[in-house]
């Protein structure tokens, strides 16, 4: 089994149960992968019955393979904590796509709330028809906590549904116990304030929430204290969606008012059927909204957070991440073998000291005496090394070198002197001059051949013409 480590990088959000955290996923070879780790606070590791319920979360979402719904990779144990490591969703979610929308003063169009929806309800139809993969039994999951919170959008335009921890199945160990309310109050179904049992148009119910409050910008069930929020779903009064929103047709408010109604019978009885009727509203409007709509709008919202947040803050990790960081090294037997940070071979040091190769003094600009030989000879000097140009003197150029010779001083030649006390190093006195063996020769100027160019004109002339009527001849077939 390949040897496996998380390390946490960043805090990504806590609540009173659990706290996530974003982390890597490091592997062999220097794989990396971003990943999510979800933890249990640990004042609630001596509870058992939360721990076994945090455990079924992690049981059913592993059996969850939706591109609407975040992928759980593994589960874990250390120290009396315990962790899932899942899919990081690199966005934002629909919490903080409502803020943003709300601080600046414009709600999501009904486009965007459409889409958005219409993805959450994909993710949701897939959890509850889903059928145990070995058994064949349906699971009959529900998820009892569909909120804003939960609903994460990335970058990409992606829309998962996170959050599994509150769900209900057949294959759960810990069966709820009768009246025992679970979910956030104010996004419950009325028969689960009531605490009876619930099914999947419980979840539908959530969904009908979420789609009032992105219309109106305004929260549904919301009182001063839990107990008065509870009410408040159990009566499920809801207020004119149009009234608040003129944008809204009463087509669409009939469906948003069908998955909000009171009595289960009343309301859309599976997902798929929200969405059909979401999807019929939405072409028969012609409103277009597509992945790329909504990826330019969570980027937007990431930008304004960037802005609100103060900036310049560096991360320190207190004592709280060092133990969480203890306790991720205990998370698995495995040891990592990080290819990461191996050590780059030096590159070897410059040599100093050595010769100077003169050959190429003759390519540099301030030799002006030395001309471009492009066209002309080249000989290879050097095994190895490009041909090297042969340099050719024209006749007026030996002429002047020749004349300058003549007027030039006498050449000097250098005198040993004494001994010096450093061995191999010699110090030249004064030069000496010494007078010229032979006197200068001037050679004569070359004289012109005025008849010689003639008679060469001629002999060129004379084959042009002999070429013309061999050529006349040949083809002429004579």
């Not at 959000?13 to 249990?40: C, D, H, P, Y």
């Not at 992928?71 to 969703?89: C, L, N, P, S």
């Not at 169009?109 to 889409?115: E, P, R, V």
């Not at 990431?302 to 991440?321: C, H, L, M, N, P």
Request: proline content about 7%.
């Amino acid at each position: 089994m390949p040897d496996s480590r998380y390390r946490i990088t960043d805090k990504i959000a806590s609540g009173g149960m659990a706290e996530v955290f974003k982390g890597v996923a490091e592997s062999l070879q220097g794989f990396r992968k971003t990943v999510a780790i979800k933890r249990i606070l640990p004042a609630l590791t001596k509870n058992t019955k939360f721990v076994t319920m945090f455990l079924d979360e992690a049981r059913l979402s592993l059996f969850l393979q939706h591109a609407n719904i975040v992928q759980v990779f593994d589960i874990g144990h250390a120290d009396d904590t315990y962790f899932i490591v899942m899919e990081f969703v690199d966005g934002v979610d629909l919490k903080a796509i409502m803020e943003w929308r709300r601080r600046i003063g414009r709600r999501l169009t009904i486009g965007q709330t459409i889409y958005l929806i219409m993805e959450v309800c994909k993710g949701l139809a897939y959890a509850h028809d889903l059928v145990h993969p070995e058994t064949g039994e349906r699971l009959s999951i529900v998820h009892r906590d569909v909120s804003p919170a939960n609903v994460l959008i990335s970058r990409n335009g992606e829309v998962k549904l996170a959050d599994f921890g509150l769900a209900k199945a057949a294959s759960q160990l810990e069966s709820t116990d009768p009246g025992v309310v679970k979910g956030k109050m104010s996004y419950l179904s009325p028969e689960a304030a009531r605490g009876e049992n619930v099914d999947q148009r419980s979840d539908i119910f959530a969904v009908g929430i979420l789609l009032y409050e992105m219309l109106t910008s305004k929260r549904l069930f919301y009182g001063d204290t839990d107990y008065q929020t509870v009410e408040l779903v159990r009566n499920a009064k809801i207020p004119p969606i149009a009234a608040q929103n003129p944008e809204v047709e009463p087509e669409f408010e009939e469906i948003c008012r069908k998955a909000l109604a009171r009595r289960t019978e009343d309301r859309f009885q599976t997902a798929t059927d929200l969405q059909d009727a979401l999807a019929h509203y939405l072409f028969s409007r012609g409103l277009k909204m597509i992945q790329r709509d909504i990826s330019e709008m969570v980027r937007s919202c990431i930008e304004d957070q960037a802005t609100q947040s103060s900036a310049g803050k560096v991360k320190r990790f207190g004592t709280v991440d060092t133990i969480l960081h203890k306790e991720l090294d205990a998370f698995t037997s495995f040891e990592f073998d990080n290819q990461e940070g191996q050590p780059v071979a030096p590159a070897p040091p410059a040599q100093s000291g050595g010769f100077i190769d003169p050959r190429a003094w003759s390519s540099e600009a301030d030799w002006p005496d030395r001309r471009s030989s492009a066209g002309r000879d080249s000989v290879r000097d050097f095994p190895g090394r490009p041909a090297q140009p042969i340099q050719r003197d024209t006749i007026q150029e030996m002429q002047a070198r020749t004349s300058q010779a003549m007027t030039a001083p006498a050449p000097t030649l250098p005198v040993r002197p004494e001994p010096s006390p450093m061995p191999n190093v010699q110090v030249l006195s004064q030069p000496v001059q010494l007078p010229m063996a032979y006197p200068p020769v001037v050679p004569p100027p070359l004289p012109a051949r005025p008849a010689a160019r003639g008679l060469i004109f001629g002999a060129m002339a004379g084959a042009v013409i002999i070429g013309a009527i061999f050529a006349y001849w040949l083809f002429s077939g004579r």
